[in-house]
């Protein structure tokens, strides 16, 4: 251990659910994306899922809104170091999305897709069983251009750079496939509470 | 051959090229994942509420101007706080980097360093991480940064003028008054300097606008520029829609906001 001559820190407020290397943003939601943020209307957002699927499949927004809803309540984790309580987002559970698109066995892995052209790739597991969602509102707010609105996805146990802003698609794939960040050195998984920051965590 | 009636990678989906994808150099991720120890050894006050770190680090791999770091200092119970910070130096060999950083209210990293740090204090670093914001030097470049913002891309201009580059680079830094300007005396005929709330007697005062960024997207340096962005997400995306309303492509645009 390499102390720090004179480095106390803050005080050790005991937060469960902070993960390891994390602080407290409180009432920020600091904006981290390297693009310029799209004036995408609603009218011309749309959804796809793709890629190693029975039945590829595409959404409007009115047919998205047609699906059953779902909301995400609990925390969500930057890579840069902060790290949001008490979120809520409200839309669809993507399990609704890839019910209907129906993945082949072979697919292990998806690249998701926004609308600028960033993408990031997630194991398919991480996408399935109520942990991820497209939403569209935040504390029943439209999502802000800036947060991803329209509509963006959500998988709020992986660090944030996996939920696309403006998510265009998602396209499924039987091999890992490296996203915008992992292709700049970020983790291929990038799990908070096991610190996956960068590739080699 | 059922592999030809797959869907082809991509397909349906908008294309990875249409924003500033992919990095402008690769990272080495051997380097990115190991922690040195960096030994303070100059303090240089920039404004009132900013100061330079000057970090001895023996085992830099070196980095291109525009990237940035991890930083962790660690307490005697063992507790750390980390952060990320540009790197304002331009890459020299001299096994030195150095850090501006803000003196921010309740700062828990920052603050340590303008309260507590003297030369000879040990902190650990990880990097140079992120191929995104980093500049080689070849495209040319049109800077744009205010308050702090402006760390990156002053290891860019100072990396222009050591190599003696002949790329054209512009460099637009926004401040809220001279006082609070980072590098003032290191600014050349390449910068445009705006002064948001009070500037020397005979500059107007007032926000970047498009009338700052108009003659220099009328250079049209052959290959076009590279637009690098960095500030609060105010000010990228005030800088960025006067930048896209000018006419610099989406997809030459890089964005670093603050957070």
């Not at chain 1, 820190?9 to 920020?28: C, E, F, M, S």
């Not at chain 2, 051959?1 to 082809?8: G, H």
Request: overall charge neutral; proline content about 8%.
């Amino acid at each position: 251990m390499n102390v720090t001559r004179g480095f106390t820190g803050r005080a050790r407020t005991v937060r469960p659910g902070l993960p390891p290397g994390q602080y407290d943003a409180r009432d920020d939601w600091p904006v981290l994306s390297a693009e310029v943020t799209p004036g995408l209307a609603a009218a011309d957002w749309s959804f796809r899922v793709g890629g190693l699927v029975a039945e590829p499949r595409t959404w409007t927004w009115e047919q998205a809104h047609a699906l059953p809803g779902s909301a995400y309540e609990g925390d969500i984790h930057c890579v840069t170091g902060w790290s949001k309580f008490g979120t809520r987002f409200e839309g669809v559970s993507l399990d609704s999305f890839l019910a209907a698109a129906d993945p082949l066995p072979s697919a292990t892995h998806a690249l998701a897709h926004s609308h600028t052209g960033y993408t990031a790739g997630l194991p398919l597991a991480d996408l399935t069983g109520g942990r991820a969602w497209i939403v569209w509102s935040s504390d029943g707010r439209p999502l802000a251009p800036e947060h991803g609105g329209p509509a963006r996805l959500i998988v709020p146990h992986l660090y944030f750079w996996k939920s696309v802003k403006w998510v265009a698609g998602l396209e499924l794939l039987d091999h890992e496939e490296p996203g915008f960040w992992e292709r700049n050195g970020y983790h291929p998984r990038g799990n908070p509470w096991e610190e996956q920051r960068y590739a080699g965590d | 051959m059922t592999e030809t009636t797959l869907p082809r990678a991509g397909a349906g989906f908008p294309p990875r090229t249409r924003f500033a994808v992919p990095g402008r150099i690769a990272v080495d991720e051997q380097v990115a994942a190991r922690w040195q120890t960096a030994t303070l050894t100059e303090i240089r006050p920039e404004t009132p509420r900013a100061a330079t770190f000057r970090l001895a680090v023996p085992g830099w791999a070196g980095h291109l101007p525009g990237q940035h770091l991890l930083l962790r200092l660690t307490a005697e119970d063992g507790y750390t706080a980390q952060r990320h910070y540009s790197l304002a130096s331009a890459p020299d060999g001299s096994g030195h980097i150095e850090l501006t950083l803000d003196r921010v209210a309740d700062g828990e990293v920052s603050g340590w360093f303008h309260t507590v740090a003297r030369p000879g204090d040990r902190v650990e670093v990880r990097g140079p991480l992120s191929g995104f914001f980093a500049w080689p030097g070849d495209r040319p470049a049109l800077l744009v940064g205010a308050g702090s913002g402006v760390v990156p891309l002053m290891s860019m201009v100072r990396y222009h003028r050591a190599r003696g580059l002949s790329v054209p680079l512009r460099l637009v830094v926004s401040a809220r008054g001279p006082e609070d300007l980072l590098y003032a005396r290191e600014y050349g005929a390449e910068t445009t300097r705006v002064f948001t709330r009070n500037a020397p007697a005979g500059t107007p005062v007032g926000r970047l606008s498009a009338a700052h960024l108009a003659p220099l997207l009328a250079e049209r340096p052959p290959g076009g520029w590279e637009a690098y962005v960095c500030g609060s997400n105010s000010f990228a995306e005030h800088a960025t829609r006067l930048l896209v309303a000018a006419g610099q492509p989406v997809d030459r645009i890089r964005v670093e906001r603050f957070g």
